[in-house]
């Protein structure tokens, strides 16, 4: 699991920089907030830029808008706690993995699994 877990950490930062449509920017302060959106228009990414690298947090959403990661970023380097939703409605659970960077490395991984509440109502 730790292996799919540093697999999606480095996709993550790779989508910021693989976008095919360019962010909307705005201008907030010292930084620079930038969004990215999927083509139906849901938020894909959004955070913040400072002298052209990533600064503070920066979250992730599925294109229905539901909330995937969310990252930390100081100086355009990967810090603190990092956190993933992975939704496996179709196998029965949903998990939340929180990844820590320590010096731009991966220090620990944690993994929690919620099994799906199935409504059998009739």
Known sequence: MKKYII???VLFTGVIFAQDAKPVLEPF????????FYDNGQVQQEGYFVKGKLEG??????ENGNKT???EYKNGKKVGKWFFWTDNNDKGFATLSEVD???NRIAS??????????????
């Open 7 to 9: 697999i999606a950490a």
């Open 29 to 36: 302060g010292k930084k620079v907030k930038a969004t990215y």
């Open 57 to 62: 947090t920066w979250v992730s959403y599925d």
């Open 69 to 71: 990661a969310i990252a």
């Open 101 to 103: 960077y320590s010096d």
């Open 109 to 122: 991984v944690k993994n929690w699994k919620k099994d799906a509440i199935v409504n059998n109502m009739n």
